[in-house]
């Protein structure tokens, strides 16, 4: 919004020409949001409990550890929901469609887990059916929004990591494919969220890690050394992206173990689902996997668990997601977040190395 009228008034002074440049309106960003998240975050907190009222918001199939957690708040996410989103519409272009897609699942998925969240305040469940067609609806909207906006060589492409401008046309399944992302980004998320602090340092880093990605694929002149494809206009993704990362730091003061706050499906579904679009609309989906390599560790081994058990009725994990198997295994808890976010630090290394190798 600044953008849109404060570089008009450069003829007063030329401080104001500074908001033109996605640097600075990145870094606005995610002090913006650093600082709502440090201002509202204990008064949400003291409004949680009372409205929490005592329930549980522990996850059901957990290990007995987590008992010691019961009655601590969860849709947290609402903060972080709060923060990116005033954040950005301060910070960034506001007639880039690019950025109205991402909040529009930003948000969208954000209600379908604060919906979720609030049912189980009272020991009810959305239907994971509904929840499905509900992500499903809002990732579709999305989806054709951001391919109108795309120029006509990457409308139904997908590029490949260590390829030089090498783009797959995946023709009718690209929409599909694009959702499959979203979706399985936003759940993934989902599954990781299950420790003090474990998913939000990933998907900062992962945040981060798109921030300079979209910089990179928005600007003619990096996107052609570089040998990816270019997507006009999509550098104001950046401030999404600095919003993201300071409302997660802002989040993570209170979600260090032991969390105050927990971010629950409102935070986690959102998170996630915006990582998956900006993975879409920056044409890195590939990369996603990798960067987001942690939270494909975590829903494979879901995965491979339900199937070893219907098949054979054996587990491979003492419990799943991953985490889980490692705290049965005797790993503290603290032990298990720390070594997680070196490894999300590691693939997230490894993903932008295929930036530049080509």
Not at 36 to 45: A, D, E, G, Q, Y
Not at 165 to 177: E, K, Q, R, V
Request: proline residues 3%; positive net charge; charged residues 15%.
């Amino acid at each position: 919004m600044l953008y849109n009228f404060l570089p008009q008034l450069d003829e007063y002074s030329q401080i104001f020409n500074l908001f033109r440049y996605i640097t600075v309106r990145t870094g606005g960003a995610l002090i913006t949001a650093l600082c709502i998240s440090f201002l509202v975050t204990p008064l949400f907190i003291k409004w949680l409990k009372k409205i929490q009222n005592g329930a549980s918001n522990v996850r059901k199939y957990t290990p007995e550890t987590h008992l010691k957690k019961h009655g601590t708040p969860s849709m947290g996410g609402l903060i972080i929901l709060l923060s990116i989103s005033i954040s950005t519409i301060i910070w960034s272009d506001i007639t880039n469609k690019y950025v109205w897609v991402v909040l529009i699942i930003t948000i969208g998925y954000g209600l379908i887990g604060l919906l979720d969240d609030y049912l189980k305040l009272s020991k009810q469940d959305l239907s994971g059916k509904l929840k499905l067609l509900l992500q499903i609806l809002i990732s579709f909207i999305a989806v054709y929004v951001a391919q109108y906006e795309f120029a006509s060589e990457l409308k139904t492409t997908l590029a490949i990591p260590f390829m030089k401008n090498y783009l797959l046309d995946l023709g009718i399944l690209f929409i599909p494919f694009a959702i499959f992302v979203i979706i399985g980004s936003s759940n993934a998320v989902n599954l990781t969220d299950g420790l003090d602090g474990l998913a939000i340092v990933p998907v900062m880093i992962a945040g981060a890690c798109f921030g300079l990605i979209s910089y990179i694929v928005g600007n003619v002149i990096y996107s052609e050394y570089l040998f990816i494809p270019y997507v006009k206009n999509v550098g104001e993704i950046s401030i999404f992206c600095g919003a993201l990362v300071g409302a997660s730091l802002g989040f993570l003061w209170f979600n260090a173990p032991p969390a105050k706050l927990f971010m629950g499906d409102t935070g986690s579904l959102s998170l996630g689902g915006a990582l998956g679009t900006i993975a879409v609309i920056t044409k890195h989906e590939l990369v996603l996997a990798i960067i987001g390599g942690l939270f494909v560790l975590e829903t494979t081994s879901v995965i491979i668990q339900v199937i070893s058990f219907k098949l054979t009725g054996k587990r491979v994990f003492a419990m799943a997601p991953l985490h889980h198997h490692y705290e049965k295994k005797g790993w503290h808890e603290s032990t298990i977040v720390i070594r997680f976010w070196i490894i999300a630090l590691i693939l997230a290394i490894i993903g932008l190395a295929t930036l530049k190798l080509r």
